[in-house]
């Protein structure tokens, strides 16, 4: 199985802040390589897919990037709605595995 | 707009069974593939298995294979989740998703969940 690992694993960042969570993959994936937000009794809600590509009504503060075992979600200046938690997850072979999550609080 | 409805939710004890359900609205169910993804309380995502649109190869995590089975109807537009021999690390929302369609198995769209108790 590919193993996912997310850091840090919470962060504390303010409105308008720059933030950027790291993903690695146990193996190379190219690619394949999504990213979800989730808030609190809520169900996630897809990012970014395919590593860089943004979802359709994803504010374009969101960005991702990298390739093989290497990815980035960048949040270009955070929003208060923006707190939660995120996940990337591989999608290269299954079982289709997710990071631990990185939540984003505020501070 | 896409919608998926899961209900079948509830408390079953350890070795029970229980049927989970996701009505799907808003696309041409018929032509993607779905999955079950499960969260355990205050614990991270698990992909728990996925089906296509034509139910020709199913996959399952290892943590459920020979207890869980998906299926779906597409003459009614549902997705199912059979699952047998229930144990306490299956309490979780259990949550079904709409694939991308690419072959590129992301989750495109989620339900809202229904939540499995296993406990006597």
């Known amino acids: 199985d590919i193993q996912m690992t997310q850091s840090p694993s919470s962060l504390s960042a303010s409105v308008g802040d720059r933030v950027t969570i790291t993903c690695r993959a146990s193996?190379?994936?190219?690619?394949?390589l999504n990213w979800y937000q989730q808030k609190p009794g809520k169900a996630p809600n897809l990012l970014i897919y395919?590593?860089?590509s943004l979802q359709s009504g994803v504010p374009s503060r969101f960005s991702g990037s990298g390739s093989g075992t290497d990815f980035t979600l960048t949040i270009s200046s955070l929003q208060p709605e923006d707190f939660a938690t995120y996940y990337c997850?591989?999608?290269?072979?299954?079982?289709?595995?997710f990071g631990p999550g990185t939540k984003v609080d505020i501070k | 707009q896409v919608q998926l409805v899961e209900s079948g939710g509830g408390v079953v004890q350890p070795g029970g069974s229980l049927r989970l359900s996701c009505a799907a609205s808003g696309f041409t169910f018929s032509n993607y593939g779905m999955h079950w993804v499960r969260q355990a309380p205050d614990k991270g995502l698990e992909w728990v298995t996925f089906?296509?649109?034509?139910?020709?190869?199913?996959y399952y995590a290892d943590s459920v294979k020979g207890r869980f089975t998906i299926s779906r109807d597409n003459s009614k537009n549902t997705l199912f989740l059979q699952m047998n021999s229930l144990r306490a690390e299956d309490t979780a929302v259990y949550y079904c998703?709409?694939?991308?369609?690419?072959?590129?198995?992301?989750?495109?769209?989620w339900g809202q969940g229904t939540l499995v108790t296993v406990s006597s």
């Open positions: 395919t590593a860089s």
């Open positions: 998703a709409k694939d991308s369609g690419k072959t590129q198995y992301y989750f495109e769209y």
């Open positions: 193996q190379s994936i190219s690619s394949y």
């Open positions: 997850q591989q999608s290269y072979s299954t079982p289709f595995t």
């Open positions: 089906i296509p649109y034509d139910e020709s190869n199913k």
